[in-house]
């Protein structure tokens, strides 16, 4: 897929990728959906799919939380977070992730 060059994804990239390296060491980040396709609306959510190690003692419904606490973002996102082994296996099957993971941005780490 091309760079998308959309407002919400760049501000991402550029403010709050950094705190999220610092906090949880994600492998992997890969921003998906209507934003990453540059056809984000104003009020459209930034859809993200994190990996990382970090998650593998946090259980998967608390994840997208402990994310949105340690990053305070001022726009919607939607958070999908797997440990290395999950997104392994999850990307083999048909469904959000292997579409994610063919078809978004990588803004971290290598597919």
């Not at 396709?37 to 608390?62: A, T």
């Amino acid at each position: 897929m091309a760079q998308a060059t959309d407002s919400r994804l760049e501000e991402f990239r550029s403010k709050f990728l950094p705190r999220l390296v610092a906090a949880f060491r994600p492998s992997l980040v890969i921003a998906f959906g209507s934003r990453a396709r540059g056809e984000g609306l104003k009020w459209s959510d930034l859809d993200l799919l994190i990996v990382s190690e970090c998650f593998r003692n946090i259980r998967w419904l608390d994840r997208p939380v402990r994310v949105l606490e340690s990053l305070e973002l001022p726009f919607g996102v939607d958070l999908l977070c797997y440990t290395p082994d999950e997104y392994a296996r999850k990307r083999q099957e048909l469904g959000i992730v292997q579409t994610a993971s063919e078809q978004g941005i990588v803004l971290l780490g290598s597919r």
